[in-house]
């Protein structure tokens, strides 16, 4: 069990490393949408770029019902109609304040068909979009990982900090060609993706899950 325990705790490490290196990431190279402010309902909606401008919004932590602050700029939250403060639950996407942010249920269901066994239990929060260009839209998400969950669920109070770790981080790309996401399941997966792209940004897949650092990178260039 302790050899159990302490094999959770160093991929939690990893990931976590890899996170922070993300974090900086995010924050030197922030995209800012220039699709008009409001709700997007549908993708029909996106595509022509007209959000419906009557709702008002504001976001909300995951663990909380709280206003976030306006300077606070986080990845994944959800939203709240400010009308009548109930949650967003089916849209597309959310252009605020220069951010441009996409619901897990959108990308779930308008998902690539090779992309399937893909969950989130949060899927009616949304994701900022992380870089983009004529090509491209990308942003992460943390997509269920039914073995870590479950793992991470056993460790009782560690479990608070191990578990959001273990199921986070799998790329995802709006294509604006074929107008579907593409989730990066998994290494090999994301191989398949890039190498008629940038052949270069292949990777030798020593994991299940590429290496998040070297797919941003690659995304930058074809974006």
């Given at each position: 069990?302790?050899?159990?325990?302490?094999?959770?705790?160093?991929?939690?490490?990893?990931?976590?490393?890899?996170?922070?290196?993300?974090?900086?990431?995010?924050?030197?190279?922030?995209?800012?949408?220039?699709?008009?402010?409001?709700?997007?309902?549908?993708?029909?909606?996106?595509?022509?770029k007209?959000?419906?401008?009557?709702t008002?919004?504001?976001?909300?932590?995951?663990?909380?019902?709280?206003?976030?602050?306006?300077?606070?700029?986080?990845?994944?939250?959800?939203?709240f109609?400010?009308?009548?403060?109930?949650?967003?639950?089916?849209?597309?996407?959310?252009?605020?304040?220069?951010g441009?942010?996409?619901?897990?249920?959108?990308i779930l269901?308008?998902?690539?068909?090779?992309?399937?066994?893909?969950?989130?239990?949060?899927?009616?929060?949304?994701?900022?979009?992380?870089?983009?260009?004529?090509?491209?839209?990308?942003?992460?998400?943390?997509?269920?990982?039914?073995?870590?969950?479950g793992?991470?669920?056993?460790?009782?109070?560690?479990?608070?900090?191990?578990?959001?770790?273990?199921?986070?981080?799998?790329?995802?790309?709006?294509d604006?060609?074929?107008?579907?996401?593409?989730?990066?399941?998994?290494?090999?997966?994301?191989?398949?993706f890039?190498?008629?792209?940038?052949?270069?940004?292949?990777?030798?897949?020593?994991?299940?899950?590429?290496?998040?650092?070297?797919?941003?990178?690659?995304?930058?260039?074809?974006?």
């Amino acid at each position: 069990m302790k050899k159990i325990l302490l094999s959770i705790l160093f991929l939690s490490a990893n990931v976590f490393g890899q996170n922070s290196h993300k974090m900086g990431f995010q924050e030197s190279t922030p995209y800012i949408s220039d699709y008009p402010e409001g709700i997007y309902l549908t993708k029909e909606d996106f595509i022509k770029k007209t959000p419906s401008p009557t709702t008002k919004v504001y976001p909300v932590s995951l663990y909380g019902r709280e206003e976030l602050p306006k300077i606070m700029k986080v990845h994944n939250c959800y939203f709240f109609d400010r009308s009548n403060s109930k949650k967003i639950k089916n849209a597309f996407a959310i252009s605020f304040e220069g951010g441009l942010y996409f619901q897990i249920k959108a990308i779930l269901k308008n998902r690539n068909k090779e992309d399937k066994a893909q969950s989130s239990n949060q899927a009616n929060s949304f994701v900022r979009t992380i870089m983009g260009g004529e090509n491209y839209l990308y942003t992460e998400a943390e997509l269920e990982n039914k073995w870590a969950a479950g793992a991470a669920a056993n460790l009782g109070a560690a479990g608070g900090t191990i578990y959001p770790e273990l199921i986070n981080g799998k790329g995802i790309v709006w294509d604006f060609k074929n107008t579907e996401f593409n989730i990066f399941k998994s290494c090999k997966d994301y191989n398949e993706f890039i190498g008629d792209k940038l052949l270069t940004a292949v990777q030798n897949c020593e994991e299940h899950q590429p290496d998040m650092l070297e797919v941003r990178e690659a995304i930058s260039e074809i974006k």
